[in-house]
């Protein structure tokens, strides 16, 4: 708890494995129950140390009455849920994660909330919650109702439950789900359906204030965490402070990086080169939020297949494409965010009533691509460069953007002061790429620290013997230059010795 601002702050690298607590892991000798808080503890922590994670994300355990839901239709703002066991003992659980240095985020609710007649909804024979007009009071998407942001005594209800969270169960930040449906009074309505603010215009006006009041308060009492919208647009200054204008979140997930890159990797690499502007793209707008990086539940269900599965190509150039995707994620510049299962390439799209597919782990393929992701973990925390301006220009640059007919990217992330310098290269195609030159800024040797196409992680072994020297051949504006290898479907990075 008292090194917990220094684990979360912006400079720091927080990669999270996202968790839902009840199909994690499963007792299928015992009627394929879910684990409790107590028993989750030690496996979740160990599993985590293993891969390197910083924090553990869990999707909603306030409780709620429809497990399909996954939490997201809670009913109870101050009650952890029972399916798992006693508020001990989830506290318990956090604090076991605490003893092995893994931060707890939890995701919160404030968007909407079931209609069930025993719960909010028209608690004292009144709307007191919610708006009386289904036009501003229900959203069609959940079939919920929308919380009436207007009024004080709702006001006050929220944020003293997300206070409550953070004082009682000591969470090292919350992430909130859905903003964009608080901020928008035509969210998901055709027209007609929805009723202007008092200026004629679509933005709900009471969500953004309380939003704003929601995160100041937060970071007034809990200066060391960190709350993290879901913002589905380009809503702009989600994560800049109050004072300046902005919604206050420390965080913003990035959904265009994530739509975007996944859209491009679910094609066939021959057609790539068409589509190189999807992987470029992000610069343009990465420093307008403080960004985290999420590939999660949303991807894997839903008949939208699991990661690998959206994958092209026969077996062996699938996991080498998710390997390679994995390797874009973790050298871009944000905070880094899986679903549980992705890390060892679950075939199956996620169900809350199974548990992952753990007997993959059987296989080379599996457990070669939870390697590559629990080494690229290990990189992240271990290199300055490249975690320490995540947010901010200065840690990044590019070498080549502009390859699209070979489908190469390059570029460097360097740390404060410049005296880490990490160069990356992907090559998007299944051809190696032989004497591939890319300008570096120093001479000197360069270890290739990361190599996706690894033997030991199911790769073809094809790299560069663990590095190579810089060469004082001028390219790309450069005067050292190296000459590569680069892996079919792969990835390198090379860290600078000097």
Same mark, same amino acid.
């Given at each position: 708890m008292r090194d917990r601002g220094r684990r979360i702050s912006l400079n720091a690298p927080i990669s999270i494995y996202e968790v839902h607590a009840g199909s994690w892991r499963r007792v299928p000798e015992d009627n394929n129950r879910w684990l409790s808080y107590r028993e989750l503890a030690p496996l979740l922590a160990e599993y985590l140390e293993q891969m390197g994670f910083t924090h553990v994300e869990f999707l909603p355990l306030t409780e709620h009455p429809?497990?399909?839901?996954?939490?997201?239709?809670?009913?109870?703002? %101050?009650?952890a849920t029972s399916r798992y066991g006693t508020p001990q003992d989830l506290m318990y659980l956090i604090d076991y994660l605490h003893q092995r240095g893994i931060g707890v985020i939890l995701d919160w609710v404030p968007s909407h909330f079931p209609t069930d007649d025993w719960a909010l909804g028209y608690f004292d024979g009144t709307h007191l919650f919610e708006h009386s007009d289904p036009r501003k009071g229900i959203h069609k998407d959940w079939d919920s109702y929308v919380f009436n942001y207007g009024r004080h005594e709702v006001r006050s209800f929220l944020l003293s439950s997300a206070i409550f969270w953070l004082d009682t169960y000591h969470l090292d930040g919350l992430r909130v789900d859905a903003v964009a449906s608080m901020l928008y009074l035509d969210y998901s309505r055709k027209q007609g359906e929805w009723i202007p603010n008092q200026f004629g215009s679509r933005e709900n @006006?009471?969500?953004i204030d309380f939003l704003r009041h929601f995160n100041a308060e937060v970071y007034k009492r809990h200066a060391d965490v960190q709350t993290i919208a879901e913002e589905s647009t380009a809503w702009p200054m989600v994560s800049r402070p109050t004072y300046v204008g902005g919604l206050g979140f420390g965080?913003?997930?990035? /959904?265009?990086?994530m739509h975007d890159t996944l859209e491009y990797m679910s094609k066939n690499p021959i057609h790539r080169k068409y589509h190189h502007n999807k992987l470029t793209f992000r610069m343009i707008y990465a420093w307008h939020e403080n960004f985290v990086l999420p590939l999660s539940h949303d991807e894997v269900v839903h008949g939208?297949?699991?990661?690998?599965?959206? /994958?092209?190509?026969?077996?062996?150039?699938? %996991?080498?494409? @998710?390997? @390679? /995707?994995?390797?874009?994620?973790?050298?871009?510049?944000?905070?880094?965010?899986?679903? /549980?299962?992705?890390?060892?390439?679950?075939?199956?799209?996620?169900?809350?009533?199974?548990?992952l597919e753990w007997h993959l782990l059987q296989y080379d393929s599996h457990r070669g691509?939870?390697?590559w992701v629990a080494d690229l973990n290990r990189a992240y925390r271990a290199e300055r460069a490249l975690h320490e301006f995540d947010c901010d220009p200065m840690g990044f640059e590019w070498i080549d953007a502009n390859d699209s007919e070979q489908s190469l990217l390059s570029f460097m992330r360097k740390s404060r002061g410049g005296d880490? =310098?990490?160069?990356?290269? %992907?090559?998007?195609?299944?051809?190696?790429?032989?004497?591939?030159?890319?300008?570096?800024?120093?001479?000197?040797?360069?270890?290739? =620290?990361?190599?996706?196409?690894?033997?030991s992680y199911g790769g073809a072994g094809f790299g560069n013997l663990g590095g190579t020297e810089a060469q004082q051949i001028a390219a790309h504006g450069r005067e050292h230059s190296l000459n590569l290898i680069v892996p079919p479907l792969g990835a390198v990075f090379f860290k600078s010795a000097g």
């Open positions: 429809f497990y399909g839901s996954w939490g997201y239709q809670t009913t109870g703002y %101050f009650a @006006l009471e969500a965080l913003k997930w990035d /959904m265009g990086w939208k297949s699991s990661l690998l599965g959206k /994958m092209p190509g026969d077996l062996w150039q699938k %996991f080498a494409n @998710l390997r @390679l /995707m994995y390797a874009y994620m973790y050298a871009q510049p944000a905070k880094k965010l899986l679903f /549980m299962g992705s890390e060892f390439g679950q075939w199956a799209e996620w169900s809350h009533d199974l548990s691509l939870q390697n880490q =310098i990490v160069v990356v290269v %992907f090559n998007f195609t299944p051809l190696p790429r032989h004497n591939y030159r890319v300008g570096v800024p120093r001479g000197g040797y360069w270890q290739e =620290i990361l190599n996706s196409d690894s033997e």
